[in-house]
């Protein structure tokens, strides 16, 4: 069940946001790295996700 909503939302990040091979795997990176930090309690710092911090 957990794939078919991973692929469902690919597509939507692809075919609605326009978003590149790239930048989709960048952000299952992301989710992958979120989930692990939860799976150890390891917060992430305050304000990693400023704008304009590019």
């Known amino acids: 069940m957990a794939a078919q ?3 469902a939302l690919t597509e939507v990040l692809v075919h609605d ?6 930048e989709v795997d ?3 990176s ?3 790295k979120s989930v692990q930090r939860l799976e150890i309690q ?3 710092r305050a ?3 400023r704008v304009g911090d590019v």
């Open 5 to 7: 909503h991973a692929e």
């Open 17 to 22: 946001l326009h978003l590149s091979e790239v």
């Open 26 to 28: 960048a952000f299952w």
């Open 30 to 32: 992301f989710v992958k």
């Open 42 to 44: 390891t917060p992430r």
């Open 47 to 49: 304000g990693w996700a």
